[in-house]
């Protein structure tokens, strides 16, 4: 048995989120109620990522000081790349 269930979320989300439902052809509550199922689907609950032995042998081999930027280092690696 469907019920109402009321909301309250920014104004610029909720237009997304219209926008988006319509180029889906769906609807906003048919969108929350399959995202809320999702989040509780027992399937969810026992799900475990499995790591394999060459991931977990991999683990802790780069050591990066606390303050490395990843984004500027990519930047700056690509820019050199495509000189």
Do not use: W
Not at 4 to 13: C, E, H, N, P, Q
């Amino acid at each position: 048995m469907d019920r109402k269930l009321t909301l309250s979320l920014d104004k610029k989300v909720i237009e997304k989120a219209k926008e988006f439902a319509r180029k889906h052809q769906t609807s906003l509550s048919r969108m929350v109620e399959s995202y809320f199922e999702s989040l509780t689907s027992e399937e969810l609950d026992d799900f475990e990522i499995e790591v394999t032995p060459l991931v977990d042998s991999l683990c802790g081999v780069i050591e990066l000081p606390n303050d490395f930027d990843y984004k500027n280092r990519r930047t700056e690696y690509l820019t050199e790349k495509h000189r």
